[in-house]
């Protein structure tokens, strides 16, 4: 708490700066072009909270900073409770209403199913006992359960052996800028009045252990990656006195989960939002800090003996298999990593890539820009895998 409250002290000093005319702080250069997105791309927020729990804005504050984030989709979880009955289209952004469940195991983000709150209910007390004999309403649920802050500061997942969930967060903005210490802020701070979300995009780093954990799971597993930006847009600054910090419209245009649909929405609510759920379930999608630079429009492809498959897909090993990535022209220098089950294997500064593979395994990729500006390279874009499975398996 007293950490929080002198990183908004610091947020009220800079804007008196700002007030004060020191425009000349001001260092910032846009770090990259937008480039359009594909038909079937949807750009999205996942785990948001309201004033329905710890948030500090209504949906319509969270609809109104979607548009300005032009955003297609919004999964909002408060905690334990739903903030609205139905899913519905508001100005112009699809919210998806789930709910983030505090479970024996940590926080649990609990999407789409008849009954969110009675799956919640029916989640084993004493976990480990259930290892053997997993509780059917909840294995066999069509809910989209996703790990919250797995590594988090505060309430980290504590039951991996208990596999009663299809994604984990592989990023989180609340966990994120809880680990940057008060130099990081203060460099990030001048800029925080004119540029918001680039100041914000400053303090991403890596996510090294929840990656670390995801890969241990995706060898096991295909489970989905998602980045949360958890928003609340409140900060205490005392007991009973709050800032709208940061806002929601600055952190949903710093990191968004991007989705690709596998069939047309049609503009009705429910089904639109089966399609990002079960987008988001079957990882058919990565995860990009746009506020660092569009990450619009990336693709990855993998082809073996005729088949292709995308982010989320299979395709089966056939006398070898060759991966395509090309990703979004940002004019900026990046850096692109391919991961063969979790251990790096190629890397180029080249903004496509072809490569033959070297076997069956899970491949996934990632890419950083090293803006001119900065001295370090930011995390842009992360990728769900594309498996490719040994044959007769
Ligand atoms: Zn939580
Ligand atoms: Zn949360």
Same mark, same amino acid.
């Given at each position: 708490?007293?950490?929080?409250?002198?990183?908004? *002290?610091?947020?009220?000093?800079?804007?008196?700066?700002?007030?004060?005319?020191?425009?000349?702080?001001?260092? +910032?250069?846009?770090?990259?072009?937008?480039?359009?997105?594909?038909?079937?791309?949807?750009?999205?927020?996942? +785990?948001?909270? !309201?004033?329905?729990?710890? *948030?500090?804005?209504?949906?319509?504050?969270?609809?109104?900073?979607?548009?300005?984030?032009?955003?297609?989709?919004?999964?909002?979880?408060?905690?334990?409770?739903?903030?609205?009955?139905?899913?519905?289209?508001?100005?112009?952004?699809?919210?998806?209403?789930?709910?983030?469940?505090?479970?024996?195991?940590? +926080?649990?983000?609990?999407?789409?199913?008849?009954?969110?709150?009675?799956?919640?209910?029916?989640?084993?007390?004493?976990?480990?006992?259930?290892?053997?004999?997993?509780?059917?309403?909840?294995?066999?649920?069509?809910?989209?359960?996703?790990?919250?802050?797995?590594?988090?500061?505060?309430? #980290?997942?504590?039951?991996?052996?208990?596999?009663? %969930?299809?994604?984990?967060?592989?990023?989180?903005?609340?966990?994120?800028?809880?680990?940057?210490?008060?130099?990081?802020?203060?460099?990030?701070? #001048?800029?925080?009045? %004119?540029?918001?979300?680039?100041?914000?995009?400053?303090?991403?780093?890596?996510?090294?252990?929840?990656?670390?954990?995801?890969?241990?799971?995706?060898?096991?597993?295909?489970?989905?990656?998602? =980045?949360?930006?958890? @928003?609340?847009?409140?900060?205490?600054?005392?007991?009973?006195? %709050?800032?709208? %910090?940061?806002?929601?419209?600055?952190?949903? &245009?710093?990191?968004? &989960?991007?989705?690709?649909?596998?069939?047309?929405?049609?503009?009705?609510?429910?089904?639109? $939002?089966?399609?990002?759920?079960?987008?988001?379930?079957? *990882?058919?999608?990565? =995860? *990009?800090?746009?506020?660092?630079?569009?990450?619009?429009?990336?693709?990855?492809? /993998?082809?073996?003996?005729?088949?292709? @498959?995308?982010?989320? &897909?299979?395709? /089966?090993?056939?006398?070898?298999? !060759?991966?395509?990535?090309?990703?979004?022209?940002?004019? &900026?220098?990046?850096?692109?990593?391919?991961?063969?089950?979790?251990?790096?294997?190629?890397?180029?500064?080249?903004?496509?890539?072809?490569?033959?593979?070297?076997?069956? $395994?899970?491949?996934?990729?990632?890419? /950083?820009?090293?803006?001119?500006?900065?001295?370090?390279?930011?995390?842009?874009?992360?990728?769900?895998?594309?498996?490719?499975?040994?044959?007769?398996?």
């Amino acid at each position: 708490m007293a950490r929080r409250v002198l990183v908004a *002290g610091g947020a009220l000093a800079a804007l008196a700066l700002a007030t004060a005319g020191l425009a000349a702080l001001r260092t +910032h250069e846009p770090f990259g072009a937008p480039s359009a997105p594909g038909p079937s791309e949807w750009v999205g927020v996942v +785990h948001v909270h !309201t004033v329905s729990s710890d *948030g500090g804005g209504t949906l319509d504050d969270v609809a109104a900073a979607a548009r300005e984030a032009e955003l297609d989709f919004v999964v909002v979880t408060d905690h334990d409770v739903w903030a609205e009955r139905r899913w519905q289209y508001r100005e112009g952004a699809l919210l998806i209403i789930g709910e983030e469940a505090r479970v024996p195991g940590g +926080h649990l983000l609990i999407i789409a199913g008849e009954d969110p709150r009675g799956r919640a209910a029916k989640w084993p007390q004493r976990a480990h006992a259930d290892v053997a004999r997993p509780d059917p309403a909840i294995a066999a649920g069509d809910a989209l359960r996703v790990v919250a802050h797995p590594q988090g500061p505060a309430r #980290p997942w504590l039951i991996w052996d208990v596999r009663h %969930f299809d994604g984990v967060e592989i990023w989180n903005w609340d966990t994120d800028w809880r680990d940057d210490s008060l130099w990081d802020w203060m460099r990030a701070l #001048p800029l925080l009045p %004119f540029e918001p979300t680039a100041a914000l995009a400053k303090l991403v780093d890596r996510p090294d252990s929840s990656l670390a954990r995801w890969d241990a799971l995706l060898r096991e597993a295909p489970i989905a990656g998602i =980045c949360s930006v958890d @928003a609340h847009a409140r900060v205490a600054l005392t007991e009973n006195r %709050f800032l709208p %910090f940061p806002a929601y419209r600055h952190l949903f &245009q710093l990191a968004r &989960q991007h989705v690709f649909l596998d069939r047309d929405p049609t503009g009705d609510p429910d089904h639109d $939002g089966d399609l990002v759920v079960e987008a988001l379930r079957r *990882g058919r999608g990565y =995860c *990009g800090f746009d506020g660092i630079a569009d990450a619009r429009g990336l693709s990855v492809e /993998v082809e073996s003996g005729g088949e292709v @498959a995308g982010l989320g &897909q299979r395709v /089966v090993w056939t006398d070898g298999a !060759t991966l395509r990535v090309a990703l979004p022209a940002i004019g &900026q220098p990046t850096t692109l990593t391919l991961f063969r089950d979790g251990v790096p294997v190629h890397e180029t500064s080249e903004p496509t890539l072809e490569i033959e593979l070297s076997g069956p $395994g899970v491949y996934r990729i990632e890419a /950083v820009v090293r803006p001119e500006s900065l001295s370090r390279s930011l995390p842009w874009i992360i990728a769900n895998p594309v498996f490719v499975d040994a044959p007769g398996v």
